[in-house]
């Protein structure tokens, strides 16, 4: 079979990054076409690839007869009219978080795909293909340390970029370690708690940063997530799991423990989310072309957190951020899970 072609939609940071992926590292696809509103950016990107158009509008992306698959990395606000398009054209589509940016246009998504009795849609959350998070799901289905009790998490930025507020730290921050406990234990989270801590000096004006979450998941395993976007030092993204017969911890920059100051701890600190999960990304992006070319016989074209997977962790943040302005735990409502047509 020859490589399929793969529509970019938006190259900003991420959407460049994997233009750059495809091109160089990722086996089976191309890149067809590139879709930028900034037509600079896009000519510029798609310079660098060979036989890569730049088309201006995405929807005519989605459509292109060359494409057969869509990754979308554009802004949140963009991405569900471009995941609906996707849809209707029966196109693959991998879209980076959020899937969409509130509850009721995810599950829309979600009920969509459904009712054309295909897997469409993969979502981006790519620690579940990160080695550290998978080597912990293995050890815990193992059953090596018995039962899993608690999950003790970090998510520590250097700084926010421009326009981060309050409810951002929810819905950009948390939402990976949401995707990370419904991975990891395997069950939906019930209920959500943002507690506010007095907010470092440093954030910006009015962010309620840090920030802590208590997740509480529908058989009662307590995860507890410090989110701090303006920590100063590095990328640091950890997680310890307290189990029955032990414990287990992910996440630690190589070296020896000493001071940390900015960008340093004894050896270097992961300075960000591109680095730190360079390799997750690399192979999310080979799993899902893999997937892609497997499923004209399957109907099947991720393996990969889907439209489901999106649309809870939206609900879940929906319910953080009203923990977040009303205080207190706040209960998740999430919708029956749509059951896949026949094809
Ligand atoms: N998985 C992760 O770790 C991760 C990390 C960062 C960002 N993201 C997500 O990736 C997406 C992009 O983030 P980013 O940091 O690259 O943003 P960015 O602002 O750097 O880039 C966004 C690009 O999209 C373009 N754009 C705007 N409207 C568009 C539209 N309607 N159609 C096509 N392109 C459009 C912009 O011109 C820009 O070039 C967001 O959904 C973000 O949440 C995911």
């Known amino acids: 079979m020859t490589d399929i072609g793969v529509a970019v939609l ?16 990722i086996t ?10 900034v037509r600079a950016q896009a000519e510029q990107v798609a310079g660098a690839v060979p ?26 606000a963009a991405h569900e009219k471009q995941l609906l ?3 209707e054209q029966r196109r ?14 995810s599950l829309e998504v979600a009920v969509r795909e459904a009712a054309l009795g295909l897997r469409l849609v993969q979502v981006g959350f790519m620690r579940r ?23 003790h998490c970090i998510h520590r930025n250097v700084s926010p970029p421009p326009g981060f507020d309050s409810s951002m730290v929810i819905r950009d921050s948390l939402v990976h370690e949401v995707d990370v406990t419904r991975f990891l234990f395997g069950e939906e989270i019930d209920s959500v708690e943002i507690i506010t801590p007095a907010p470092n000096p440093a954030a910006p004006h009015g962010v309620l940063d840090p920030q802590i979450a208590l997740l509480r998941t529908v058989s009662g395993r307590h995860v507890d997530v ?3 976007v303006s920590a100063g030092v590095g990328y640091e993204v950890r997680a310890e ?14 070296g020896t423990v000493s001071p940390r100051t900015l960008r340093n701890w004894g050896s270097r600190v992961t300075p960000g989310f591109r680095e730190r999960f360079a390799a997750a990304y690399d192979t999310e992006l080979q799993r899902w072309v893999d997937a892609v070319r497997a499923g004209a016989d399957t109907g099947d074209y991720t393996d990969g957190p889907g439209a489901w997977d999106g649309y809870a962790a939206a609900a879940v943040c929906a319910a953080g951020v009203e923990s977040l302005h009303s205080g207190g735990p706040v209960r998740v409502q999430l919708a029956d899970r749509p059951s896949r047509l026949g094809r």
């Open 10 to 25: 938006g190259v900003g940071v991420m959407g460049a990054d994997h233009v750059e992926r495809l091109a160089t590292r």
């Open 51 to 76: 036989g890569c158009r730049v088309v201006s509008d995405p929807l005519d992306a989605i459509a292109d007869p060359e494409v057969h698959a869509v990754l979308i990395a554009s802004p949140g």
């Open 226 to 228: 410090e989110l701090f």
């Open 85 to 87: 398009a996707c849809l």
């Open 92 to 105: 693959p589509v991998l879209c980076e978080k959020p899937l969409t940016t509130d509850v009721a246009t």
């Open 129 to 151: 293909f990160d080695d550290e998070y998978i080597a912990l799901k293995a050890l815990m289905d193992s059953g090596k340390l018995g039962l899993p009790l608690v999950l």
């Open 241 to 254: 799991l307290v189990a029955q017969h032990g414990s287990a911890m992910i996440g630690l920059d190589s």
């Open 28 to 37: 089976g696809a191309r890149v067809a076409v590139i879709a930028d509103p």
